[in-house]
């Protein structure tokens, strides 16, 4: 894994959004070959999605190419719910960027057949050539997207009851009544996330792939996050901290602030600190689109 | 042509880098249009799927919902009291000048006349949707002559008249057939008005109190019977006292209706009314301000701007900016005001999804750069034509 820390949340989220930045330019999509991203919502990728609308708005970064799948979904909620992960993707992405709305893939949480939606969202996901890149984010539980602590870490997509935790931590979006918030979810399994086969000779395969995850990046932000840090990544992989199962992930970048750190050893964040020049690398320098890309 | 079936297929315009008014405040949103309404752009990209067919560069302006007038007497030369041969087409030449001043709907208003004026006249001045030939025509301000004499004002006192025993039946042989009507201006106090408020209050026409000396509990007693409006507040009606605020005091008044909100037009021309009244009015009842032109056939001649010696009121055709009130409020107070005092807030005076797309840009000291009306362009500035 890669523990990528910077100072404080604007500039992890700044980081964040070059790496994004840089792997779908690197990457030269195009029409017969999209760019496929996995995206997280909730507060902490909002100042990510801020410079990936920067860059666009300034003409380094088009989303053409790309296709998106979040991770989850309410179940329940009507789609233009102010809280809805719908709205939430439009409002903080999808409206400033240039995607095309077909290529914007999100959970349906009020189709007829829940199960059925579920399939079919990991269908498109295989059609699609599997995920380039995941852009995830940890509940104060550990958890990555809604498989809460117990979640097989072999999962697939599918429908989840939330846990406790997760309901009050949700409470604040609706007016802080627990009635309101709702308590099931679809989202993509530890396994859809995960799903890590055989890896290809070339880093970027230009004809189609077996259904695989190249690179996972997760953001974590913010001193209530710390405690999930530390489990995540200094002690075992265990389904109770699904976020854990990225241990077994062979490209995984942890992109926190200096308060997410606050549960682990000196020794290990001293070690990733002293790492930075070579994390930088893939950062800096920063790709244009207008550089002929 | 408004919705329909075309409306699926119709081409999607995007509005962007402008700042909206949504919600009493001005957002930076995009504002989307298709098929002559306000589109919701979420719904049109996940449902859809669909991007924008064209987008237009607003230049950082702001986009306000066209500006509604309910009170305006003619203009350019064109007075809709007089009852030529061919009413129309003054009434058209109005409708099509006042939409550089962002008027994209009005009520023509005809002052007190003779019957034989009303029945030549009202027939020819049907409710008319807005476009490139003209600001829409919401239907006929009837200002009198069912109003007092004391306070006529410029009324001519010949044609005054009164309720006798049938009172709706005298309404009816004045004005003739109330098809094209939608605001009936006239004073309380007048024996037999209340069975006349109530008649017209179920026929949909917008009861409005003025010209007229009635105390502040028999205007109570008219909003109870359905008026809803107050003709130009403290011009011709008894001024306000502090042991009887007359008219004025609806305002503030605690004896009305649940929920019912009295709305009052103001002529902000700095002239009518001392700025100073016209802010304890609107710091008494914001939600009620509905600015009104109360144009005389003479607007337009000449320079069409009244510009006045008075810091605190900046004029511009017919959008009175109020200083110590906010931008957004002076827009709602032309646009939004105006809509719910009609009942038509729903598709006229908002931005909001699905309402009509009839809007103004506006540069930030108000003035009025291009109008739309169904979403097409029906009025652009010199500076601002390419």
Redesign the interface.
């Known amino acids: 894994m890669r523990l990528v820390i910077l100072d404080n949340y604007d500039l992890a989220s700044e980081w964040a959004a070059k790496y994004i930045c840089n792997r779908i330019i690197q990457f030269k999509p195009g029409q017969d070959r999209y760019f496929t991203l996995g995206l997280p919502t909730g507060s902490t990728p909002l100042g990510c999605y801020k410079k990936l609308i920067e860059y666009h708005k300034n003409g380094h970064l088009s989303f053409k190419y790309v296709k998106t799948f979040n991770m989850d979904e309410y179940v329940g909620l009507p ?2 719910h102010p809280e809805s992960y ?2 939430y993707m ?2 903080n992405f ?2 400033h960027i240039d995607i ?3 290529n ?1 893939h ?1 959970l349906d949480g009020n189709a007829a057949d829940l199960q059925a939606e579920c399939d079919a969202f990991e269908k498109k996901i295989k059609e699609a050539g599997g995920i380039d890149l995941f852009v995830g984010g940890i509940g104060p539980d550990g958890h990555i997207a809604f498989n809460e602590p117990g979640s097989s870490l072999v999962s697939r997509t599918r429908l989840k009851t939330l846990a406790m935790d997760t309901i009050l931590a949700n409470a604040k979006y609706f007016d802080g009544d627990l009635s309101k918030v709702p308590t099931m979810a679809l989202t993509v399994g530890v396994g859809t996330v995960m799903d890590a086969r055989e890896l290809p000779a070339a880093f970027f395969p230009l004809n189609s792939t077996p259904f695989i995850t190249l690179m996972v990046m997760i953001l974590i932000t913010g001193a209530h996050k710390a405690f999930a840090l530390y489990k995540a990544i200094e002690e075992g992989v265990n389904h109770m901290w699904t976020v854990s199962a990225f241990q077994q992930h062979p490209r995984t970048i942890f992109v926190c602030d200096e308060d997410a750190t606050l549960e682990l050893r000196v020794k290990t964040v001293k070690y990733f600190k002293g790492l930075m020049h070579v994390h930088n690398k893939l950062v800096d320098p920063l790709f244009s689109m207008k550089d002929g890309n | 042509m408004r919705g329909g079936q075309g409306a699926v297929e119709a081409r999607v315009l995007q509005f962007t880098n402008c700042r909206i008014l949504r919600g009493g405040k001005l957002l930076r949103e ?1 504002l989307w249009v298709r098929g002559g309404r306000i589109l ?7 449902e ?4 924008a067919d064209e987008r237009r560069d607003c230049g950082g302006r702001i986009l306000a919902p066209g500006f509604i007038d309910v009170q305006i007497n003619g203009g350019f030369g064109v007075d809709f009291s007089q009852a030529t041969e061919d009413v129309g087409s003054g009434v058209a030449l109005v409708a099509r000048r006042i939409l550089s001043h962002g008027v994209t709907s009005f009520c023509p208003t005809l002052v007190t006349s003779p019957p034989e004026v009303y029945h030549k006249v009202v027939p020819q001045i049907p409710v008319k949707s807005g476009g490139p030939h003209g600001a829409g025509v919401l239907g006929l301000h009837l200002e009198g002559p069912f109003i007092s004499r004391e306070k006529r004002g410029a009324h001519p006192e010949a044609h005054l008249r009164s309720f006798e025993a049938n009172a709706f039946q005298d309404l009816l042989a004045t004005y003739g057939p109330l098809d094209n009507v939608r605001i009936v201006t006239l004073a309380p106090e007048l024996g037999h008005s209340h069975e006349v408020i109530r008649e017209l209050t179920t026929r949909g026409i917008c009861v409005s109190l003025g010209h007229s000396v009635a105390d502040l509990r028999a205007a109570e007693d008219a909003v109870w019977s359905g008026a809803t409006f107050i003709t130009h507040l403290f011009n011709a009606m008894l001024p306000f006292h502090h042991r009887d605020p007359g008219i004025v005091g609806l305002l503030t008044s605690d004896r009305l209706p649940a929920g019912r909100c009295i709305f009052y037009g103001m002529i902000a021309d700095g002239t009518h009314t001392n700025p100073a009244a016209l802010r304890i009015a609107h710091r008494a009842h914001p939600q009620g301000l509905v600015l009104v032109t109360d144009a005389i056939p003479a607007l337009g001649l000449g320079n069409g701007r009244h510009t006045l010696g008075q810091q605190e009121v900046e004029v511009d055709g017919l959008t009175a900016y109020v200083a110590g009130c906010s931008v957004e409020s002076a827009l709602e107070a032309a646009s939004l005001h105006p809509a719910q005092l009609l009942g038509l807030e729903k598709s006229k005076g908002t931005l909001d999804f699905g309402a009509d797309a009839d809007f103004v840009v506006l540069d930030d000291s108000l003035h009025v750069q291009a109008t739309y009306i169904s979403g097409e362009l029906v009025w652009q500035a010199e500076a601002a034509r390419q």
Request: overall charge neutral; cysteine-free.
């Open positions: 789609r233009n719908h709205s439009w409002n999808f409206k095309d709305p077909n914007a999100i | 995009d919701d752009p979420e719904k049109l990209f996940f859809e799927r669909r991007v």
